[in-house]
């Protein structure tokens, strides 16, 4: 794994903010991605581009 990446981020739940196991970085994508959250245990489908998240439909 390349140690050298800057720019990462822990994803949260867009429904409660808490905290998901999902980890990205800048240059990941993610199209209609199942994110699940542990804390309201609800599955959201979710698009990441550039470290940006928006609601898939």
């Not at 409660?16 to 998901?20: E, L, N, V």
């Not at 959201?44 to 609601?55: F, G, S």
């Given at each position: 794994?390349?140690?050298?990446?800057?720019?990462?981020?822990?994803i949260?739940?867009?429904i409660?903010?808490?905290?998901?196991r999902?980890?990205v970085?800048?240059d990941?994508?993610l199209?209609k991605?199942?994110?699940?959250?542990p804390?309201?245990?609800?599955e959201?489908?979710?698009?990441?581009?550039?470290?940006?998240?928006?609601?898939s439909k």
């Open positions: 794994m390349n140690d050298n990446r800057k720019n990462s981020l822990w949260h739940c867009p409660c903010g808490g905290k998901t999902t980890k970085y800048d990941t994508v199209v991605f199942p994110l699940y959250c804390k309201c245990k609800k959201i489908k979710i698009d990441v581009i550039q470290l940006k998240m928006v609601l």
